[in-house]
């Protein structure tokens, strides 16, 4: 039985982050992905990426009011749910149970079912509504973790930093990867 995980991507800059975790999962045959995305992701991926999200996605993007996506009830055994990037307006949704578009309800399915929900805000700086939003999360289940690559592992590259944010986001759905350098490797 293959492990399932959602990928929500919102508006937030920060699409390079979404895009590369879906290259990971897809290059996997062990993991059933599920994308959704709201209108203002398609617009910041065709800024920061180019190219076409249903492309990178491999296949179709549940739009904001499809709720016939499988993700959409608990009963479908969907086992973690990353939202990558998450802007602070759907970070405020979910953390408040506003459940208005696919990306919100799959999230709010996630964490009443007590699964992985993985938020990855991109934003800065972070206001108090902000941290009491993501704060909320954190007492809800969720692992908050926000876009902050690290550099012990001296990243040659943009795409290199980008892997210390995703290596990170896979170690949490526990998916195997080698996208990092772990501290106190050589």
Same mark, same amino acid.
């Given at each position: 039985?293959?492990?399932?995980i959602v990928v ?33 992701? $398609? %617009?910041?991926? *065709?800024?920061?990426?180019? =190219? !076409?999200?249903?492309?990178? +996605?491999?296949?179709? #993007?549940?739009?904001? $009011? %499809?709720?016939? *996506?499988?993700?959409?009830? =608990? !009963?479908?055994?969907?086992? +973690?749910?990353?939202? #990558? ?6 970070? *405020?949704?979910?953390?408040? =149970? ?10 709010d399915v996630v ?69 990092l350098r772990r501290?106190?490797?050589?």
């Amino acid at each position: 039985m293959k492990k399932k995980i959602v990928v929500g991507i919102t508006g937030a800059s920060g699409a390079p982050y979404a895009r590369r975790l879906l290259q990971a999962l897809r290059a996997r045959d062990d993991l059933e992905i599920g994308v959704c995305a709201s209108q203002t992701a $398609r %617009d910041v991926w *065709a800024l920061e990426c180019g =190219g !076409s999200l249903d492309e990178a +996605a491999g296949g179709q #993007v549940w739009g904001e $009011r %499809d709720y016939a *996506a499988p993700f959409a009830s =608990g !009963s479908a055994g969907w086992g +973690a749910m990353v939202v #990558v990037p998450c802007s602070m307006a759907t970070a *405020a949704r979910i953390a408040h =149970g506003i459940s208005d578009t696919l990306l919100t309800r799959a999230a709010d399915v996630v964490l009443k079912e007590r699964r992985t929900l993985v938020v990855v805000p991109r934003e800065t700086p972070l206001g108090l509504v902000h941290l009491e939003n993501l704060a909320q999360l954190a007492r809800l289940g969720a692992v908050v973790l926000p876009a902050m690559p690290s550099f012990y592992g001296k990243p040659a590259t943009l795409d290199d930093a980008v892997d210390t944010v995703v290596g990170r986001v896979l170690d949490q759905v526990g998916v195997e990867h080698g996208l990092l350098r772990r501290w106190g490797s050589r």
